[in-house]
């Protein structure tokens, strides 16, 4: 039987109201992934006003979402999207 691994790193670097915000998500996210991860960022974004975000997100071991996991990410970005000043993201060929 073989594991396989997924979920998301996070790193967040905060200066001013500047939010650095990097990602790496690796195998097929689930729901699960997000209700662990949406939480972490809402508490980080909360403790700014007008928070700039600026995120990396490496998708070089992203292998796709679950469909409950893309609605997830959905929502994500529609909450907090007019906070997000630039993404950057570097993927995989797939």
Do not use: C
């Amino acid at each position: 039987m073989t594991q396989e691994s997924h979920g998301f790193s996070i790193g967040i670097e905060r200066i001013n109201n500047d939010i650095f915000l990097s990602l790496k998500a690796k195998g097929t996210l689930t729901h699960q992934d997000y209700l662990t991860i949406t939480p972490i960022i809402d508490s980080a974004l909360a403790e700014v006003n007008h928070p700039k975000v600026k995120v990396f997100i490496d998708g070089t071991e992203l292998d796709g979402w679950e469909m409950r996991a893309a609605w997830d990410d959905l929502k994500l970005g529609l909450k907090h999207g007019n906070e997000f000043e630039k993404i950057a993201i570097y993927g995989n060929k797939g």
